[in-house]
Nanobody, 120 residues
Framework: QVQLVESGGGLVQAGGALRLSCTAS????????MGWYRQAPGKQRELVAR???????IYANSVKGRFTISRDSAENTVYLEMISLKPEDTGVYYC??????????????WGQGIQVTVSS
């Protein structure tokens, strides 16, 4: 009932920057928090950053100071600004959004994933 569309991935050299976007649509009553996860080849999916409606943010230690998560509540969109990218940031990045639908059911939706590749 809630769909996510991600954009902004791609190939970048080490030290470069990318901006990911994720927009939620559908039968949305509220969005409680929005976040980004990533999965590198052969590894488990891990949290990159989350931002709650109350503006509380958390970051993985490996991205602190380099990544910034922000949210446009009016557009139901979450962004991930990534600078000083490293080859170890390579992976598939997934958007995750949680909240409640118009019929007040909880949802926990995931995007399709977007590839980020950082070359050395």
């Amino acid at each position: 009932q809630v769909q996510l569309v991600e954009s902004g991935g791609g190939l970048v050299q080490a030290g470069g920057a990318l901006r990911l976007s994720c927009t939620a649509s559908g039968k949305i009553h509220s969005i409680d928090d929005m976040g980004w996860y990533r999965q590198a080849p052969g590894k488990q999916r891990e949290l990159v950053a989350r931002r709650s409606r109350a503006t509380t943010t958390i970051y993985a230690n490996s991205v602190k100071g380099r990544f910034t998560i922000s949210r446009d509540s009016a557009e139901n969109t979450v962004y991930l600004e990534m600078i000083s990218l490293k080859p170890e940031d390579t992976g598939v990045y997934y958007c995750n959004v949680r909240g409640s639908t118009l019929d007040l059911q909880s949802y926990d939706s995931w995007g399709q994933g977007i590839q980020v590749t950082v070359s050395s």
